[in-house]
């Protein structure tokens, strides 16, 4: 069953801290183009690449956050967790994470997620087409490449030029996921649920991603 969203703008969370723990390097490029493009500073949506692992990979690499001697000093002020998975990868990812049916009160503890399948190629090609195909991981990352110059399932990672690309088409991908969740057309072979996370991170700035 779709999520659905409420309507409206979103209202400026001023404040909020977001650690964002992402399982590969194209996310983590594009977690970087959207804090740019929202200009939040780094300690208020902090990134970092688990590695290209499973969601239980990162589930556990946030379970061990208060303990990571790199992130000690910060934890304490950090508002939301979120975790960014493929879901392709792990037959059992549901033991281990699950889809959101909204933002929790400021402070909640538990691990958002915002995972994909069959991966986050998902989300990116929302960025141009309306519905993206049900297929494997593989397949879209072949289709974003006909949309995405130079895009390759091999070599992950997003240069300057795609990165910039995909902020331009930011409020098409977000109504496009809008229509997804309205129509209750996404089930668990078909989902992302990026737009989540988008949005809020959009939020901290006080813009809207519908200019």
């Not at 909020?16 to 183009?33: N, R, S």
């Not at 089930?187 to 991603?209: C, H, I, K, N, Y």
């Amino acid at each position: 069953m779709a999520r659905k969203l409420g309507r409206g703008k979103p209202k400026k969370s001023a404040g909020v801290v977001l650690f964002v723990a992402v399982e590969g390097k194209t996310e983590e490029d594009y977690f970087a183009a959207l804090r740019r493009r929202y200009r939040i500073p780094g300690q208020r949506l902090m990134v970092h690449n688990v590695g290209n692992g499973p969601a239980s990979e990162v589930g556990r690499f946030l379970r061990g956050l208060p303990d990571n001697k790199r992130y000690q000093d910060v934890c304490a002020s950090i508002d939301y967790r979120w975790g960014v998975a493929d879901a392709e990868w792990e037959h059992g990812w549901r033991d281990c994470a699950s889809r959101p049916d909204g933002i929790p009160p400021k402070g909640n503890q538990k691990t958002l997620w915002a995972l994909s399948s069959a991966s986050f190629e998902r989300w990116l090609l929302l960025h141009f087409v309306p519905s993206p195909p049900k297929v494997s991981a593989k397949r879209l990352a072949a289709e974003l490449s006909k949309h995405l110059p130079g895009y390759s399932h091999q070599h992950k990672g997003l240069t300057e030029q795609q990165a910039g690309l995909l902020m331009e088409r930011l409020p098409v991908a977000l109504e496009h996921a809008k229509r997804i969740r309205e129509s209750g057309c996404d089930d668990e072979d078909a989902f992302t649920d990026v737009d989540l996370l988008v949005r809020q991170v959009a939020a901290m700035s006080g813009g809207t991603p519908f200019r």
